[in-house]
């Protein structure tokens, strides 16, 4: 079943062949690890299961510690190149020479590993929960690229639509802030931050021994999935105050918003993200994708013209202020998700308003 979704022969959603657990199973008070059974898809738990953070179920508060490790494999990793300005994201393997030249000083080149065996809490016994818990890692996707390299293209006026095909998509979580993570590659412990004395004298893993290999610095944690993809080009300029690169994103989760409701789904099981775009005047190319790995045909649907009209004139509704908030910001009401939590203090309903305006009338 995992080579069939992979290879995009069956949808990934009927088979949860990317469910990961946090793993309580080893504590001293056997019953109460006995008692929970803590999974999520892997998309989710790069995030709600990353070492140090916290999350309550029956009654306790487990934290996540390390990643889990399984004898004789490894965690598969890919060095990775990201530009927050210019959207654009590349990856490549251990020996391989990068293909992408250096846009901007917002190019930040780091290293991501895939916790496909899970995660684990320490040993000890949890604790009672005091207060609610903070989530304080968000995730974040990435277009990498079309599967097949031919791929036919539909223009409606300043729009031009590349047909659904598959794609691979990345989901990074890159820590506190964007700071990564600290991940001993022996036993798996990670850390948010790492005093000196941890540093040269060693750490715990979660068993309670003594550990003298060096965590490796500023690891993020992803997940990588094939799924249908549907690109959306816009030719008509932008020229409003917003930087360009959070107009991009204002825009995007507008359409998504426009796009779930006419095919008439719940907004999570599609996402969206900007792919390469460019400063000069030019506004983004936005990648709609399903949000199962293997896709379900759900972003095709939104290629004939009348459907593409109704998502531009159902996501100008969405942003055209009945939800109360300043024209400067945005709201759950209009465009605020949990799943968008990074870009929360720049999304500016009305830049999108505007833009929408012109596309609906053309």
């Known amino acids: 079943m995992s080579f069939l979704s992979r290879t995009v022969v069956i949808p990934k959603y009927g088979f949860?062949?990317?469910?990961?657990?946090l793993d309580t199973h080893h504590m001293n008070s056997a019953s109460e690890g006995d008692t929970v059974n803590l999974e999520r898809d892997l998309s989710l738990a790069i995030a709600e299961f990353a070492p140090t953070s916290k999350l309550v179920a029956n009654k306790l508060e487990w934290q996540s510690y390390a990643l889990k490790k399984v004898a004789e494999k490894e965690w598969s990793r890919w060095f990775y190149a990201r530009c927050a300005r210019h959207h654009r994201?590349?990856?490549?393997?251990?020996g391989q020479n990068p293909n992408f030249a250096?846009?901007?000083?917002?190019?930040v080149t780091r290293q991501y590993v895939v916790p496909q065996f899970g995660f684990q809490t320490r040993r000890e016994r949890p604790n009672k929960p005091l207060r609610k818990t903070e989530r304080i890692f968000s995730t974040r996707p990435y277009f990498v690229g079309f599967k097949n390299?031919?791929?036919?293209?539909?223009?409606?006026?300043?729009?031009e639509?590349?047909?659904?095909s598959p794609g691979e998509m990345v989901v990074l979580c890159e820590g506190y802030k964007g700071q990564g993570f600290y991940l001993c590659s022996r036993c798996g412990t990670g850390f948010r931050e790492l005093s000196k004395s941890e540093i040269?004298?060693?750490?715990?893993?979660?068993?309670?021994?003594k550990c003298n290999y060096r965590p490796e610095r500023f690891l993020s944690l992803g997940h990588d999935f094939v799924t249908d993809v549907l690109k959306m080009t816009f030719y008509r300029p932008y020229s409003g105050k917003i930087e360009p690169q959070w107009f991009a994103l204002t825009l995007a989760y507008a359409i998504l918003e426009g796009a779930s409701s006419v095919i008439d789904i719940p907004a999570h099981e599609l996402d969206v993200t900007?792919?390469?775009?460019?400063?000069?005047?030019?506004?983004?190319s936005i990648i709609l994708y399903d949000n199962v790995p293997g896709g379900a045909g759900l972003v095709t649907r939104i290629e004939g013209k009348e459907i593409l009209?109704?998502?531009?004139?159902?996501?100008?509704?969405?942003?055209?202020?009945?939800?109360g908030c300043a024209p400067d910001t945005a709201c759950y009401g209009c465009l605020r998700s949990y799943k968008n939590q990074f870009a929360h203090p720049y999304l500016q309903r009305a830049a999108a308003y505007s833009y929408l305006y012109e596309l609906v009338n053309e």
């Open 309 to 323: 009209f109704a998502c531009l004139r159902t996501a100008l509704d969405r942003v055209d202020g009945r939800c």
């Open 200 to 209: 040269e004298n060693g750490h715990e893993d979660f068993l309670g021994n």
């Open 16 to 21: 949860p062949v990317d469910v990961v657990g």
């Open 89 to 94: 994201f590349e990856r490549w393997k251990h």
């Open 161 to 164: 639509l590349t047909k659904t």
């Open 102 to 107: 250096k846009c901007c000083n917002h190019m």
């Open 274 to 284: 900007v792919h390469a775009y460019d400063l000069h005047g030019m506004a983004p």
């Open 149 to 159: 390299e031919k791929r036919q293209t539909i223009k409606y006026g300043s729009i």
